[in-house]
């Protein structure tokens, strides 16, 4: 079955415990992006890469990482994770930037 | 960067009745996709839209392009309770920029 897939699916931690969201595809999509979804914001997009080895920033960079080894796997990395990065996470892939196949989303709250 | 506006930003209707939300960008398009995401769901892709004044149907929902390729809508025909969730316009200026996603419209729909 083609899809997305997110790990863990919700999370709670604390103020600068580095952590880790993986995702990974199973559909050879060479795009793929992380999204964060806040309520009256919408779906801002935190990192994108149009294949492997290749990253760019978003909307909202700021305060996480990505890497992009091989062509199913873009981890979302939080070094030093801060209340503010509570939210609701998405991780999606598409072949180019159109169809984008949404991952079914990590709740993340950081006290 | 890119925006795409993207109104109402909620709209309730009484079951049987009509909807539609518009999606608008200052900047010319390269395409426009559209996204649904039920409640506690994932964004799915619902269609997406290339050429200039380009009309696509799906059962009861009609997608417009605009002429300019700077606007969109999304109509729903005799709403149902199955179409409750929020609706997302997503597009991208050329084939090699991220794609971007509008703020979204949230229907409700009373039996």
Redesign the interface.
Known sequence: EAQVTQNPRYLITVTGKKLTVTCSQNMNHEYM?W?RQDP??????IY?S?NVEVT?K??VPEGYKVSRKEKRNFPLILESPSPNQTSLY?C?SGR??????????TRLTVL | GQQVMQIPQYQHVQEGEDFTTYCNSSTTLSNIQWYKQRPGGHPVFLIQLVKSGEVKKQKRLTFQFGEAKKNSSLHITATQTTDVGTYFCASRETGNTPLVFGKGTRLSVIA
Request: charged fraction near 15%.
């Open positions: 992006s999204y009256g914001l919408g779906l801002r997009q994108y149009m760019d978003g909307d998405f999606a180019g930037s159109d169809t984008q196949y949404f991952g079914p989303g």
